[in-house]
């Protein structure tokens, strides 16, 4: 961090001092370890091309604070990755979006993110994991009647569904600036009548037809950066725009509910990709109906793929995490079989054709107790990382300059 702030420092000192002195004032102190606005910028730019929704400047400051709790943490606890294990842990990250560690690198500096600052996010919480598997490690441990439960073979478990209004607004680059206005002016809403209204006028979803109202949904099928935005909200109230390929998505909360029997977290979705030139435009449309009037699996889409080049149809089987975001809130209405052509691809100009073929469970019958009881324990263990997270927040002095 020493490095980058001098090589920051070297050239800021060509333009104005106050600018420079602006940048790395303190915006945030934590105990005695300082925040400084560059470092809030460029997590903020980060998340940026980490496809964070909600409310980034937020979602920045809170983990920059979190991060500063961790090392102390860790520096108390004589803790540090060695450089050989740091640089594994930024390939790990890397190959999640199928990229080398150079290439990933590459891109984020191409979105303004400096190599150090991503250095920097993975040294504190691949470390921060480390610590907590060897603080808790005895405390985490899983019976086999736990295992037993989580299988189903016991009581039945619950869980949380939401009942959603959904809106994507298209915004290919020539209407993104203008789609933004839009959704940020729709995320003031307070009113199910008003959205549902808006969402008849600009949404892209086939349920624009009945004001983007879904049905009872498990808040597991959607993505897990998803998750907790959607808990926080009030019934009424909407997310702030989330950023999609070619669009923007929105959503607001009608009503949230426990349930016994709730489906399982799934551990990988199988879902199919048909892309169609045109966008959304009616030609484009128009195929897509065809499609859909012709297909009842995944499988019969190879027959309309027949002749076609092979990267027409692409087919997956990912972890929920990995899925694209704009893919995975799309895929978490669907069934087995029902597909939706709401999605752009190539600036707007291809058309995605997209048809859920099924959910691998995480826990259920056939799974191997040894993988049932491995999910169990990191559960745990994220358990117990919070409660100390929470714990050293509340025992720090928290202050913004």
Do not use: H
Not at 145 to 170: F, P, Y
Not at 175 to 189: E, N
Not at 199 to 216: C, E, F, N, Y
Not at 224 to 232: G, H, T, V
Request: charge should be negative; glycine fraction near 6%; proline fraction near 5%.
């Amino acid at each position: 961090m020493r490095a980058l702030i001098s090589a920051i420092a070297t050239t800021l000192a060509l333009m104005s001092p106050s600018f420079a002195v602006a940048q790395f004032a303190p915006a945030i102190v934590v105990n005695d370890s300082v925040v400084s606005e560059f470092e809030i910028n460029q997590r903020i730019e980060m998340l940026e091309v980490f496809r964070t929704p909600g409310n980034l400047q937020q979602i920045a400051t809170d983990q920059l604070i979190e991060d500063r709790l961790k090392l102390e943490a860790l520096n108390d606890a004589g803790l540090r990755i060695t450089d050989e294990g740091l640089r594994g842990a930024m390939g790990e990250f890397a190959g999640r979006a199928n990229l080398e560690l150079d290439q990933f690198i590459t891109v984020l500096g191409q979105s303004g993110v400096s190599e150090e600052t991503f250095r920097d996010f993975v040294r504190v919480n691949v470390s921060w994991r480390d610590y907590i598997r060897s603080r808790f490690s005895d405390r985490a441990q899983i019976s086999e009647a736990e295992i037993d439960q989580a299988l189903g073979q016991s009581s039945g478990s619950s869980g949380i569904e939401v009942l959603l209004n959904e809106i994507i607004i298209a915004a290919p680059p020539p209407r993104a600036a203008a789609a933004l206005a839009t959704a940020q002016r729709i995320s003031q809403i307070t009113s199910t009548s008003a959205f549902e209204g808006e969402a008849r006028r600009v949404s892209a979803l086939p349920s624009r037809t009945r004001g983007g109202r879904l049905d009872w949904l498990p808040i597991a099928n959607y993505p897990p950066a998803l998750r907790s935005l959607l808990l926080d909200l009030a019934p009424g109230e909407v997310t702030d725009p989330i950023p999609i390929t070619n669009g923007v998505a929105l959503f607001q909360m009608r009503g949230v509910r426990e349930v016994t029997q709730a489906a399982p977290e799934p551990a990988a979705i199988e879902y199919a990709a048909f892309y169609i030139a045109g966008g959304l435009s009616e030609r484009a449309l128009n195929e897509a109906r065809r499609i859909d009037g012709r297909v009842d699996t995944c499988d019969d889409l190879y027959g309309e793929a027949r002749g076609l080049p092979e990267d027409q149809l692409q087919r997956d089987v990912l972890p929920p995490a990995e899925i694209p975001q704009d893919v995975a809130m799309v895929l978490a209405t669907l069934d087995p079989g029902e597909a939706n052509y709401s999605l752009t691809r190539s600036n707007g100009d291809t058309l995605v054709f997209l048809m859920m073929c099924g959910r691998t469970p995480s826990l259920g019958e056939g799974v191997d107790r040894e993988t049932v009881r491995n999910q169990l324990r990191s559960q745990r263990l994220s358990t117990f990382a919070d409660a100390l997270l929470a714990d050293l927040r509340a025992a720090a002095t928290i202050t913004f300059p």
